[in-house]
């Protein structure tokens, strides 16, 4: 029964994507409104984080929302599947993404996230890559939002080390903003680990932010202890299909 209900999720997404076809043509005629489209992800996501929670049963639970700085900031999370990208639309609002610019091949979506504008970047390009993220980085900051990156660098599977890659300390000797740290156990739900989705409640944990100021050594192993140790913590376990 969870595979079925998994499957019907998998073809709820694909309609419910295809239906903002139409949106995307009137917005590229209206020339492409930065708050309409970010508005229209939104809808977008959260109809996904619904439609999870009325087929799979899958929902999520946020701890420490009073941890989240009211200003910009620099979100760091741990990625184990694709419902991170998706919810953060929903959960950080005019968030900015750092993401793989393969992001913009997803049909329709990938547009409207190219539009928003999230930081899209082709890492095989090194170092022009990443002055485009600093640069991108800078501007999102000074329109007031909010970044988030995964600083692992892809997806990884639940039961892995939190290895965080160069590029965050870069942001974060560069920014000079706070940062929170975001520890996710969404792995045990979706990933490629598993065939299908299953039931249960993926846990949001937005821990105590950390300041400016420190070496960017000391900044990737406080980041990294504190998001390794909320998901060590965890107690329970998926519902078993």
Partial sequence: MQRIRSRLFDAFLVVWTAMFAPVLGIFLILGRPVAPIRATTRVWSKGILAALRWTVGLTHVEQGRQNIPTGPCLIVANHQSPWETIAFLTL??????????ELVSIPVMGWFLEHSPMILIE????????????????????????ILIFPEGGRKSATAEVEFK???ELLYLQLGIEVL?????????????HP?????????SYLPP?????SGTEFVRRAQRAVQDALSSRVGSPVPA
């Avoid at 950080?92 to 610019?101: H, Q």
Wanted: proline share 6%; charged share 25%.
């Fill in 210 to 214: 950390i300041q400016p100021g420190l």
């Fill in 181 to 193: 740290p975001v520890a996710l156990d969404s792995g045990l739900f979706w990933s490629a680990d």
């Fill in 92 to 101: 950080v609002p005019n968030v900015a993404i750092v993401a793989k610019r």
């Fill in 123 to 146: 890492r095989e390009r090194g170092g022009q890559a990443i002055r485009h993220m600093l640069a991108e980085a800078r501007k999102a900051v000074a329109e007031g939002r909010p």
């Fill in 196 to 204: 299908f989705k299953r039931r249960g409640a993926i846990t949001v």
């Fill in 166 to 168: 160069r590029g965050v």
